[in-house]
Structures are given as structure tokens and as C-alpha cells.
């Protein structure tokens, strides 16, 4: 029994030694990714720490005084502009997806347009369009309209700001589901002599429910994670009580518990979004062409158009001609000195980041592709955990994490440095970069995974002769949208920035909550030029689905 066992061993080339050291080296593997996992979700784990610490009187007075505000704020922003962005996002998606009138080849790209301006951008610059030395009330007084208030910084007019550049995401949802999902349920509709009316009411919305619910829950995580517009409109919230805790009480365990209040806040949403999409969930229908659109003439296409260019002018082309009138303003010798400084801070930050986020999601998609099971799967889709939490609560948690380190190892400070920021860069950005690389790992090297194991090849040659080569295409995709999302982020870097360390990003906010508009718009446009390049690639992808 003995003979044909080693003489098969022989045939294959695999020596049952070097099976053991390969077992035990994927062993290794798995260990590794498991830790960077781990070490990627410590901010939370932190945080829940940190909520058993004694508070002081700076939380007594928070509870007493604030909290009601902030809860109270925080709630009516997420369903007001929640809803408003339903609103205008689903109706224009339904208007150029099923509706053909004048414009709508270059409206469909450019409605996804004001995804590119930062919340904390276009609240200064809607506040400059209409305040009383500003464009919009210049233009009233043109008109013979001296008693037109045009203040808006109220609750209200932050809630039509957030929707405003907040409004893509279910557009962008609903688009899809609209032109790849569902054609023919319309396509029958139709044919079964349909009004366009009965159609929309009785088919279309209710297939869009699930992309529409999707889309709106992106826009309340972006309400949750905003702090530089509620700062700049002075309505307080969660965010804005974070920072007030922390810099101006220098109270870290206020700041923690407000921050754990808030993740509870994510934690329901994502939780009743999960429940609503499984409970509406749609059959979807085999993918087809795109569906026919109804052709409109006469009054009908000119509302059309003018709805939607009107919303592009107002979230898009208007925030921008502005911000291109104040730098007319500005002393641009000075701007483009400092630009080249906070450019560079802005990339080295950016990058540091952005190799970080490459090394944790690659790793663990490697161990995916190595070891196929579905503990490997539950590591690789963790470590996107931290894009569905908002900036300011992550960096609570890695205050935590820099207040046990110095208080473990004394004289180690590492609060307030690049490679903390760095790190929370990765904790905070890593959902985005798994996105692309795991359908790039899936779609090329599994089965060639197989293969090579089958041939007895180590993992080294796995990791350098297929998985690195196929996924270098995903790798480049991840770490751009990883790099222009870090240049955009405002909140964390608030908090854990050097001393002295100014980004484009905190450095427009600093000018605008300084009343230095005109200082603040070089960086504020270059934010928005970087910004611009995913909502190309977003709607390139559409076009593709």
C-alpha cells in the first residue's frame, strides 16, 4: 500500500513535506489579515471603552443644556434632507432615464456634477451668493425688489444645501435601477397600453423603492459625517458638540460619549435600511437595452429642460461662477504661493493614506483569493466597516487609542501626527478601495488561484505572478477614489492633524469661517477639480452597467 502512494507523490512533483510548510504558511497568511482587520476596527472598539469612563462637569453640562439640540438637529437634518434629496434625485433620474427632450445627453452626466462640491464648500458660497452685498440680492435690487430677505442661514436653508450637493446619490441609484434593472416591467407596461402617469405610478416607484431607499440612506451618512456646514450655518449637532467638547471644553470622554451616540444613530439607519430593502426587495428582470424614451415636444420638453438645468444651475454652475468671481477678488500672488504649500501637505497626507488603505485591502483580498472559506470572507468585507461611520467618530476613537498608547509607553506621543492620520485615513477609506479590488480579484484571479494551487506553486509566485498583475487594474482604480476622497475629508482631519498642518480641504474651511471668502476660494475650486474626477468615473461606470 505504501509503493503507489509515493510513486504518486513522485508523478505529481508534490513533496508532502513542502504541503505541511505550505499548509502552515497560509495559516500565516490568514493570521495576518485577521490582525489587520482587528487593527483597522480598534477605533470602535476603543470608543465603546471609552463610553464606561467617568464624566465631569463639562458632560453634565452637555446633558443638560445641548444634547436635546443636538438630537433634535441632528434628526430633523437627516429626514429633511433625506427627503428633499428623494425628491429632486428620483424625479430628475426618472425625467432623462425614461423622458427624451432638449439637453438630455448632456444633462444626464452633468446632474451628477455637484457630488463634486463638499458640503462645507457650497454652504459658504450659497451663503456669499445671498447675502446682502452678494450676487442674488444685487440682482433684486436691480429688479425693484429692496424688501426680499435673502438670509439662509437657518435650518431650513441648510437642509435645501445639503440636498442640493447631496441630491446624486439617489439620483444615481435610481438611474441604474431604472436603466439596467427594470426594462422590460416598463417595456410591458407600455405595451399593455399604459398611460406614462399609470406606468410611473404603479410600476416604476414601486420597483424604485429599494435604490431609492438605498440612495437616501447615502445621503444621511453624508449628513451624519458633515461638520464643516452645520459649523459655518451655527446649527449644532452631534458633529458640531464633538468638536466643541474637544476643542474648546478639552473634555476627550464628553467628546466619546457624544461620538457613541452618534454611532448608534449609524447603527439604526444602516439597520432600518437593511430591514426596508429586504422587505422590498424586487425581482429583477434579465438586463436589457436601455429602455425606449418618450419623446416630448411643446411645453411639456421646455418644463422639462428647465427643471432639470435648473437644478444643475443651481447646485452646480452657480456655487462654482461664484467661487470663480471671489478669486477675481483675491490676492492671487499670495493664493498661489500657499496653494503650492497645501498642495503638498494635501498629497502627503493623501498618499500616506492612500498606501495604507492599498496594503490592508490587498492583503486581506490575497488571503480571500488563498484561502476560500468563509472566515476569509468575513475578514475581507469587515474592513469596510469604517466608510459606513463618520469621520469625527473614528477620530474620537483613535484619540482614545493615542491617550493609552502615551499613558502604556511614556514620552510616546503619537496624537497629532502624520502617521495616526495616516492610519485613520485607512480605518475611515478602506470600504472604498475593497469595492473596486474585490470585483477585480473575483472576476480574475479566482480560478487561476485554483490552478496554480493544484500545480503545488508557493505563495509567493501566487502573490507575484497572478494576484498583483490581475489586480493592478482595480488597484489603480481603488487608489484614486481613496486619494480624492482623502484631499475632500474635513472632520477627521480637523481632529488629528500635525500642529500647523494645513490641508486645500481645512484650510478653505478656516478662510470661510473667517469671513476670508475671497482667500478661501483657490483651494475651495481646487477641491472641487479633484472631486470632479470620481463623478466622471460614477457616471462612466453607469454607462456601462
Known sequence: MLRPLKHTAKQTGIDPGSALNTLTNRIGWVLAAAFAAVLLLTPLIALFGGVFIEGGAAWQFITETLLADYSKNTMILIVGVGGLALLLGGSLAVLVSLYDFPGVRWLRPSLLLS????????????????????PMHQLFLAFGMQGVHTNIMHLPGLIIVLALVLYPYVYATARVALESR?????????????SNMRTLRKIILPLLQ????????????????????MKYFGIPTFTTGIFKAWFSMGDLVSAVRLAFLLFIIVILLSAGEGFY??????????????????????????LATTYAVGIFTISFAAPVSYLLWLFSYANRSRAAEEWFSLASNSMISGLSGTLLVLFFVLLTQFVRQLVRNKMTFIISRSISVGYTIPGAIIAIGMLIIASLVSDIWTGVLISGTLPLLAFAYAVRFAGVAYQPLNAESE???????????????????????????LTAKGTVMAASLVLIDILKELPLT???????????????FEYADDELLAQAALPALSVILVGTIPVLLLHRSMKST
Open 277 to 302: 430593502h429586504r422587505k422590498h426587495k424586487v425581482s429583477e428582470s434579465n438586463r436589457s437595452s436601455l429602455p425606449r424614451r418618450t419623446k416630448l415636444k411643446g411645453v411639456k420638453a421646455a
Open 210 to 229: 429599494p435604490a431609492l431607499a438605498g440612495g437616501v440612506f447615502l445621503v444621511m451618512m453624508e449628513v451624519l459625517n458633515d461638520y464643516g456646514a
Open 115 to 134: 457630488l463634486a462640491i463638499p458640503s462645507y464648500i457650497a454652504a459658504y458660497a450659497f451663503v456669499g451668493m445671498f447675502e446682502y452685498s452678494g
Open 443 to 469: 472576476k480574475r484571479s479566482g480560478r487561476l488561484f485554483e490552478a496554480a494551487q493544484s500545480l503545488g506553486k508557493n505563495t509567493s509566485t501566487l502573490l507575484r505572478r497572478i494576484f498583483i498583475p
Open 182 to 194: 427594470y426594462n422590460s416591467y416598463i417595456e410591458s407596461a407600455k405595451s399593455l397600453g399604459m
Open 494 to 508: 480637523l481632529i488629528l492633524r500635525p500642529f500647523n498642518f494645513d490641508t486645500l480641504a481645512t484650510k478653505a
